[in-house]
């Protein structure tokens, strides 16, 4: 297929109608596929999808999230932890997550809790009563990748000004 027709009948321009939601991919490297089994399909209870001896693929939310095993010593090195001062939080950089229903977020958090999963960031609200009021929480999976969960008070405040 040629650039032309891939493109036939589409407007030009980011993708910005919340009606259009295409899904993410995102891979990330971990170092034993055992324990990303179990955070990302125990802990967190994402649905399993393909898989062989080097990758699982997740479905978080209806998006591609595949964990590679990259064993530690194999010569490749992780990039060093990043961190952002956001509300006297220093917050880990990248990161990637789901914005989520409010009971949804609050079931997670408490799942995440029965868990014992150490918090980075533990669940809390940012901008209580004003535009954009969200709950947020981060913490790393097994092989340090961090992820940040919110929920909206109001979700069409998701990029408001």
Do not use: C
């Not at 990302?40 to 978080?60: C, E, F, H, K, T």
């Not at 990637?96 to 809390?124: H, N, W």
């Not at 913490?139 to 069409?156: Q, T, V």
């Amino acid at each position: 297929m040629s650039p032309d027709q891939a493109t036939a009948g589409h407007t030009a321009g980011p993708i910005t109608d919340p009606a259009v939601r295409p899904p993410f991919h995102l891979a990330v490297p971990v170092d034993d596929l055992a324990k990303a089994e179990a955070f990302y399909g125990g802990v967190l209870g994402l649905p399993r999808g393909r898989s062989s001896q080097a990758w699982i693929d997740w479905n978080l939310g209806g998006h591609q999230v595949v964990t590679h095993l990259v064993p530690a010593g194999d010569g490749a090195e992780r990039p060093p932890r990043a961190h952002n001062p956001v509300d006297g939080h220093d917050v880990p950089v990248p990161h990637f997550g789901l914005v989520l229903p409010v009971e949804d977020f609050q079931r997670l958090a408490k799942r995440l809790r029965a868990a014992g999963t150490a918090f980075v960031i533990e669940p809390y609200v940012r901008f209580a009563g004003e535009t954009g009021e969200q709950w947020t929480m981060f913490f790393y999976d097994p092989a340090g990748n961090p992820l940040e969960f919110k929920a909206f008070a109001d979700l069409s405040q998701l990029f408001a000004h």
